[in-house]
């Protein structure tokens, strides 16, 4: 038996599909590998193939292994006269997280974001170049719409990268919320 629908719960299903395809809109990604010594940026954009199918790619080169002793600070930030901190300030021990990934839901699930076109998703050492290869940003929208019923506006996810205190690498990434 089908369940019993009415106008209105047709309405609202549709309405609510429709609304989690459209809310957030990438605008812009920033990568920066703050010390030279440490990595480099190969990659690094937004692409919008047509209306429905925008993708991200970065790929870094790390010029040293990374193998224990890096945090990193994730935070989201709102605009409202220039970005202002938002909801979320995590910082992790990045090695200590790949290996116990249960530790830190929140941060495993900023990691599911990631998807499976990258070679992130693996424990400590990293070398060489790491990717995230072509990742539709309507996979992010996704996740994120599922679970977050933030404000509208302008917003930024900022990953910043340290060692023995000395920030390494930073990467953004901008939306509009709508
Ligand atoms: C957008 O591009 C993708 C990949 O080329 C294609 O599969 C999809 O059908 C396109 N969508 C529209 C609406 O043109
Ligand atoms: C997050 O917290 C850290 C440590 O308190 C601070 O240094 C950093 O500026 C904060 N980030 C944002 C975006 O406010
Ligand atoms: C990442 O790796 C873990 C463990 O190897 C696996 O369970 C998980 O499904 C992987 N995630 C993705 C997005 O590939």
């Not at 424990?123 to 992010?140: A, E, N, Q």
Request: proline share 4%.
């Amino acid at each position: 038996m089908w369940p019993k629908l009415n106008w209105l719960s047709l309405f609202v299903i549709f309405y609510s599909i429709t609304e989690i395809l459209s809310r957030v809109e990438f605008t812009n990604i920033k990568c920066d590998c703050v010390d030279k010594e440490y990595c480099a940026v190969d990659q690094c954009y937004l692409k919008s193939i047509n209306r429905t199918y925008k993708y991200l790619s970065i790929k870094v080169n790390l010029l040293k292994p990374l193998v224990t002793n890096v945090m990193v600070n994730g935070a989201m930030l709102k605009r409202a006269n220039g970005y202002k901190p938002f909801l979320y300030n995590i910082t992790i021990d990045f090695c200590r997280f790949m290996k116990y990934r249960r530790s830190n839901p929140v941060a495993l699930y900023a990691l599911g974001l990631l998807g499976t076109n990258t070679n992130l998703n693996h424990s400590c050492p990293y070398h060489g170049v790491m990717f995230v290869d072509k990742l539709p940003t309507s996979f992010i929208n996704h996740q994120i719409t599922e679970i977050l019923p933030f404000p509208e506006g302008d917003y930024m996810l900022e990953y910043r990268f340290s060692s023995e205190n000395i920030n390494r690498a930073v990467f953004q990434v901008y939306g509009t919320l709508s």
